[in-house]
């Protein structure tokens, strides 16, 4: 599906600035948050990448809607999984601390869609 290939992509791209902008310029500014930052980056290149490869499965499976809302699970998760841990990582404020955990709960809601549309492949 062109949706999520270019959102793959999109946040392949911005997942590789943020890092670049981590281990450049934030390293020294917030050393005692960088940590968090990081693994906000690490989990968005990981869906990034998982992103392209749903786009991939929805073209050759026909864009089965267990795979489409597989896709939009895993975006959900991106922003708010790595867009709470930059945002208490830049700002300090704890209430994104709360937000974390329903980013993961997406990225789970997303991989186990994309095993049951797995799972029901002939």
Do not use: E, R
């Amino acid at each position: 599906m062109k949706l999520f290939l270019i959102l793959g992509s999109l946040n392949a791209f911005l997942s590789v600035a943020l890092g670049a902008f981590g281990a450049h310029i934030l390293k020294a500014k917030i050393p005692d948050k960088i940590d968090v930052f990081q693994t906000g980056v690490h989990y968005h290149m990981i869906h990034a990448v998982a992103l392209l490869v749903i786009a991939l499965l929805a073209d050759k499976l026909g864009n089965t809607s267990l795979v489409n809302a597989s896709g939009w699970a895993i975006f959900i998760g991106i922003i708010l999984f790595s867009g709470s841990l930059y945002g208490l990582s830049l700002t300090g404020i704890k209430v994104f601390g709360p937000i974390t955990p329903l980013g993961g709960l997406s990225f789970l809601v997303g991989w186990i869609l994309l095993a049951i549309a797995a799972f029901k492949i002939n």
